[in-house]
């Protein structure tokens, strides 16, 4: 009897502690990757647009968690060492620049079906921004950047009053497009 109650201990024990990565919850989580809500991270870039001129059609890197409308919002040059300049369709009201974090991660998520121009609240880009410019009421707005780390970042603007952003990358003075082309392929 003993060994009986042994034998269903140890099968309640194998059946209880199963692997449960059978891959029914991918909307939840990536393949040993963090949780989905990471993906919503205010300082998260999972890869840029490179583009240097507005009319020029971007080059991918990675997979960009950016919302951009383009034909609302064109920012460039995405990879820069000193300037942005931010274009719009619509009134620029306020932009801001959040410095983040690059992780080759959720590389197979559709952003457009997870981001909307509420995604984050005004109060969370703000605190979190390290540019911050109000008020604006352009279509047209070139940003310096000297000063900052080189890095990546994100470019917050709100065009006829709603929120988009795009990644950009500002290099040091080794860097070029190379190392980004092997860093995100």
Known sequence: MRTLYLLLC???LFV????????SNTAMQEDDGPMITEVESLSLVTGVRAREI???????????????????LTVFPTLTRSVINI???????????VPAEEEKIHQGEDFSTIYNSGTYAQSEITTGS??????????????NLKGLTPGYYRVFATVNGQFQWENIKILNDTEDIDDLIEFWN
């Open 87 to 97: 274009n719009a369709l619509g009134v620029i009201s306020d932009v801001w620049l």
């Open 130 to 143: 390290v540019i911050t410019v109000n008020d604006i009421d352009q279509t047209n707005v070139s940003i």
């Open 54 to 72: 507005p009319d020029q059609e971007f080059f991918v890197l990675g997979n960009p968690n950016v919302f951009v409308d383009g034909q609302t």
């Open 10 to 12: 140890a099968l309640f």
């Open 16 to 23: 209880g502690c199963k692997n449960d990565d059978d891959n």
